[in-house]
């Protein structure tokens, strides 16, 4: 960085100071439209956790949580369910509080991570995706003439993405597992 300003310096001083201003003047614009989203997103999400849908989806997603991550909580569920829901809408910033409040939930005072604990940051980390809102949203700042042209391709990478992290963290937990039996 002291590099770059230093040539910019010589070569162009001039325009240095105005390229300076350019650039953090377009990082506000970013920063103040991904505000503006994440706002909107996670005020649906704790309306969606006061009306109680929260509680709904976690009924509804039981079977798909109790098979990945094995008997947890109600809360936990709660929170799990929660998660996935604002990272399949795309909105992973906003579905990491609920992650955190789920890895709080699941901790067993140990230090160390429990099988759901590594389940989990995978799922998050890999993000199955419906609706790729933040990077649309991105896009959308950026003058994109069809932000929305790349739904079906992230659909398609997320799954892919998700169903072999998934199923890698079963066989290495099965193995672990069975190497602890031994």
Known sequence: MLIGFTVMLIVKPQSTLISM?????DALKLSFSLMALYAIWLGILNILEQTGFNKKLSVGLKPMIYFLFGRVSDTTAEYISMNIAANLLGMGNAATPMGI???NSMDDGTGIA?????????INASSIQILPTTIISLRTAMNSTNPSDIILPTIITSFISTLSAVLLVKLILKIKNRRKKV
């Open 114 to 122: 429990t099988d759901a604990m590594i389940m989990l940051f995978v």
């Open 101 to 103: 409040k789920a890895i």
């Open 21 to 25: 201003i350019d650039a953090v003047n």
